[in-house]
């Protein structure tokens, strides 16, 4: 006989309900979200050989889903907001709550179809391609940052190097502040870019060009 699996997903906990063709109780309990849960769901699965039904609650759906497609497991993802709506037909318990029983007498009642469970490495590709946005909108963040911190410690530095070059970060991370090279020599402020650059000839006009802006430029020290 087949058998419905509500699943109502919490933070912390998964509270599960087994009902079978006639909306009896076959099992019901509570487990915690987490894998140990998840392999009880797929016991009772294999048991009652039963259809899996959740809602759709970001996060912490996204754990048991990703369980039951590794597993192979045919499941039925609700919108919450449907379900909200097509379970308030159904008799009430002591409160509102979309419950696990609800759930599973939803599906019986709706007989929705199963979810369809997308290529893997489809998956994979939007996952990565979400972890590159963040880095590269991170990597704007951090751009802009230095950038306003220059205007109030080396603001005449992007006027040499320009505001898109690797050179203006390898300078700001040796001399962050104008001040610490008022008193320095061109020879001593070349000797502190040979640590961050390559090449002889381009540190010693830098050296040049960062010790004319020191003689013009004075700011307090923060």
């Known amino acids: 006989m087949n058998s419905v699996i509500g699943v109502d997903i919490g933070k912390n906990k998964l509270n599960y309900c087994v009902l079978d063709d006639f909306g009896e109780i076959f099992d019901e309990a509570i487990l915690a979200n987490n894998q ?45 907001l449907r379900a909200k ?35 893997r490495v489809y998956k994979e590709l939007r996952r990565q391609h979400r972890f590159y946005q963040s ?20 603001p005449s530095l992007t006027e040499i190097v320009g505001t898109a070059s690797d050179t203006l970060y390898k300078i700001a991370m040796t001399i962050p502040h104008v001040n610490l090279i008022n008193n320095a020599t061109p020879h001593e402020i070349s000797e502190l870019l040979s640590k961050v650059m390559k090449y002889d000839s381009v540190y010693q006009k830098l050296a040049q060009k960062l010790k004319a802006i020191a003689l013009t430029t004075t700011f307090r020290l923060m």
Request: no cysteine; glycine share 4%.
């Open 36 to 80: 140990t849960g998840y392999e009880t769901i797929l016991r009772l699965v294999h048991r009652y050989h039963g259809i899996v039904v959740f809602e759709a609650t970001g996060v912490y759906s996204a754990r048991l889903q990703y369980f039951l497609e590794l597993n192979d497991l045919d499941y039925v993802r609700l919108n919450p």
């Open 85 to 119: 709506r097509e379970t308030s037909t159904l008799r009430n318990t002591k409160n509102d709550k979309v419950d696990a029983k609800k759930l599973a007498l939803l599906q019986l009642t709706k007989q929705y179809p199963k979810s369809h469970i997308e290529a």
């Open 135 to 154: 880095i590269a909108q991170e990597r704007v963040n951090a751009k802009n940052r230095v950038h306003r911190l220059l205007q109030e410690t080396f």
